[in-house]
């Protein structure tokens, strides 16, 4: 399942280590790529393993957001290749956000991992966003 859900960070992760530490926090945009970055691996974590699975958090306490944006999905591989066929249809129990949001189809483990690869998918391509409204290049893609 899911087997293009790394590619985003094929392109990603290394132009984002070859950023400046004044690089990761510009912000000529509202967020600066280093609080989209954290945003991600934040989000994945929460859905993944708090929403999905009903465990703690994951994340590292006192690392960077590069370093948890690339833990995060180590862990989140490690149950995605674990789910057996069957869990896949499983039902997740969506919280009340105070927005009103709700899933827009029927929130099962697919369509939780499936949301947690989009959300990735937008936002790094706000990176380049940012980037370029900061004066400098975006990643590549």
Known sequence: MFPYRNDVRKILIPYLQQLTSEQWQANAYHNSISWVIDHMAQTEDYWVFQVGLKQNSRILD?????????????????????????????????????????PPSEPTMQWLFHHVYSHEAYHAGQVGVIARLNGFGGPLF
């Open 62 to 102: 006192d690392q960077d957001p590069l370093t948890n944006y690339i833990h995060i999905r180590e862990e989140t591989d490690k149950v995605l290749y674990s789910l057996q066929k069957e869990e896949w249809a499983q039902f997740v129990d969506v919280p009340d956000f105070s927005d009103g949001w709700q």
